[in-house]
């Protein structure tokens, strides 16, 4: 069993930061990427960012020089560092651990529950 839990949204002004947190434990060999996507009201669900187990990040258009994700020092843990924020940026903030459950079955996306994030104007 895999477990991916987010935590960290909450309510902020335009222009101001937030901080997400994302955990992934349970019984697996290894993680190799953890990243973000989000889900807007009426819009499909996009990538935000993303994180390899060797470090390599990938991020969105609309968030490059703002966001910033990073690995704990336990490598099961990424943050989301999100700076100068736009009301756009409210959605529904997912968390998923793509992980090698065991050597007989190729890897798979868990995904946490969400944690919203809403930005006022």
């Known amino acids: 069993q895999v477990h991916v839990v987010e935590s960290g949204g909450g309510l902020v002004q335009a222009g101001g930061s937030l901080r997400l947190s994302c955990a992934t434990s349970g019984s697996f060999l290894w993680i190799n990427a953890m990243g973000w996507h989000r889900q807007a009201p009426g819009k499909q669900r996009e990538l935000v960012a993303s994180i390899t187990s060797g470090g390599s990040t990938n991020y969105a258009d609309s968030v490059k020089g703002r966001f910033t994700i990073s690995r704990g020092n336990a490598k099961n843990t990424v943050y989301l560092q999100m700076n100068s924020l736009k009301p756009e940026d409210t959605a529904v903030y997912y968390c998923?651990?793509?992980?090698?459950?065991?050597?007989?079955?190729?890897?798979?996306?868990?995904w946490g529950q969400g944690t919203q994030v809403t930005v006022s104007s």
């Open positions: 998923y651990a793509d992980v090698r459950v065991t050597l007989s079955h190729l890897s798979t996306d868990y």
